[in-house]
């Protein structure tokens, strides 16, 4: 039996030792993940799994995109690459004085989510650009919108590019100011219909969701108390930063992935199809508002109206940062639009828990459904708009020959850009002009 002398050593060297050998371990692998054989060889499993968030915090917009994430450094044809500004880039950039620039705002679906390709040249943003100088050499279009940003988040982000384009050279001042996409805005009148109690109870400083997200707000918080004296805050950014820069962490991550990659198991439930519960798809909107949400048409109106004011009053500030007639909003098609009239889709949706907070019970609601609930929402939002003469409004909800233009519920294929992008850059000509 060991003496209480031995013991004190063996405690003494496992305490010199243990860091000692996991700073060697985490040097060794940082060498090791340096060979270039290594990184090819692991290229495609770090494009398809990542291991640092490929969105930051963003105090001003709540979030953005990551560009020193380590997807963007092994050069990824499975991300959207920036430029020094932090923005999703374009293949055109100009430094001229006399370059006319149009802004891009919206969410993801302007982003270019999906349309991966070397400097982006398959985005729907990079694409429209490419129309747009079809016609015009001297445009030059930046890309502003991000995944995730409803209206609210697009007017600070022209605020923000608005303060910082007088100081470089190649942000152009704008002649034209888009915004496109809309869906955005409409899973987030999904997600006040779906979770009725929590519009009571919602906080002030929440704002009811119709400005940044709620996870954003503790996020920063949780943040600000590890600074003001939290231990429990502290140790938890402690470790946070661990795992972010450990190399080890890293290897066990391309590890873990390299089982996930040879499991054919499904691993995303949201991703599961549902059986919906009574088999029945209901043709009125009424029905539906009370079947699926458990509301009366009033209450659903009302909460239509609530989402909508919300919306109009972002636009109408929007559209007051440039010239009359130069802030144009694009209603982009979707999945739900291009469904035919008499084409019967009893099909659940699946897969949108994220985009509505309900991560927990999937909602019940068949395609023809949201069909249904999306033409309400959009033709009301659109006559609000055009109540302001200042705003050229364009919907192009019905332009999409079938559900073929789309990846999923919102996103757009290659095609499905191209052929976008080139009606709205005819749209567009004449109100640059």
């Given at each position: ?106 969410n993801s679906v302007a982003m270019g989510e999906g349309l ?58 704008p002649s034209l100011i888009i915004s496109f996409g809309g ?138 940062l440039i010239e009359s007639g130069k802030y144009v909003y ?104």
């Amino acid at each position: 039996m060991a003496s209480s002398k031995d013991l004190k050593k063996i405690l003494s060297y496992t305490a010199l030792l243990t860091p000692l050998g996991i700073l060697m371990l985490e040097f060794t692998i940082g060498l090791y993940m340096k060979i270039p054989s290594i990184v090819e060889r692991n290229k495609s499993l770090l494009n398809r799994t990542s291991y640092s968030s490929t969105t930051i915090y963003d105090p001003i917009s709540g979030w953005r995109k990551n560009c020193n994430d380590k997807q963007n450094l092994v050069n990824s044809l499975n991300d959207l690459s920036c430029n020094k500004h932090g923005l999703v880039e374009t293949p055109y950039k100009s430094t001229s004085s006399k370059a006319k620039g149009v802004l891009l705002v919206g969410n993801s679906v302007a982003m270019g989510e999906g349309l991966y390709a070397a400097k982006n040249k398959k985005t729907f943003a990079s694409q429209l650009e490419r129309n747009l100088r079809i016609q015009d050499k001297s445009l030059d279009l930046i890309n502003a919108a991000y995944s995730g940003y409803n209206t609210w988040q697009e007017h600070v982000e022209i605020m923000r590019y608005l303060n910082a384009e007088p100081l470089h050279d190649d942000l152009p001042k704008p002649s034209l100011i888009i915004s496109f996409g809309g869906i955005q805005d409409f899973w987030n009148f999904i997600r006040l219909l779906t979770n009725k109690k929590d519009i009571k109870i919602n906080k002030y400083k929440y704002a009811n969701g119709m400005m940044i997200a709620k996870e954003n707000i503790n996020y920063i918080e949780d943040i600000t108390s590890s600074y003001n004296g939290n231990i429990r805050s502290g140790i938890n950014a402690l470790m946070a930063s661990i795992s972010k820069n450990s190399n080890i962490y890293y290897m066990m991550n391309i590890v873990r992935s390299n089982l996930d990659v040879n499991d054919t198991k499904l691993k995303d439930k949201s991703q599961i199809i549902i059986e919906l519960s009574p088999k029945v798809s209901y043709a009125s909107l009424e029905e539906i508002v009370s079947k699926r949400f458990n509301l009366s048409i009033a209450e659903y109106n009302d909460i239509r109206d609530y989402l909508i004011n919300s919306v109009v009053r972002n636009i109408n500030s929007n559209a007051k940062l440039i010239e009359s007639g130069k802030y144009v909003y694009a209603y982009a098609p979707t999945y739900f639009t291009s469904l035919k009239p008499k084409v019967n889709r009893n099909i659940p949706i699946n897969g949108i828990g994220h985009l509505i907070n309900r991560t927990e019970a999937p909602l019940e609601i068949y395609e023809k459904e949201m069909q249904l609930i999306e033409r309400d929402y959009r033709e009301e939002l659109i006559k609000n708009l055009r109540l302001n003469p200042d705003i050229q409004v364009l919907d192009y909800a019905n332009a999409a020959e079938s559900t073929a233009w789309f990846i999923d519920y919102s996103h757009l294929t290659e095609y499905g850009a191209s052929r976008l992008s080139s009606a709205l850059a005819n749209d567009l000509i004449p109100f640059i002009k």
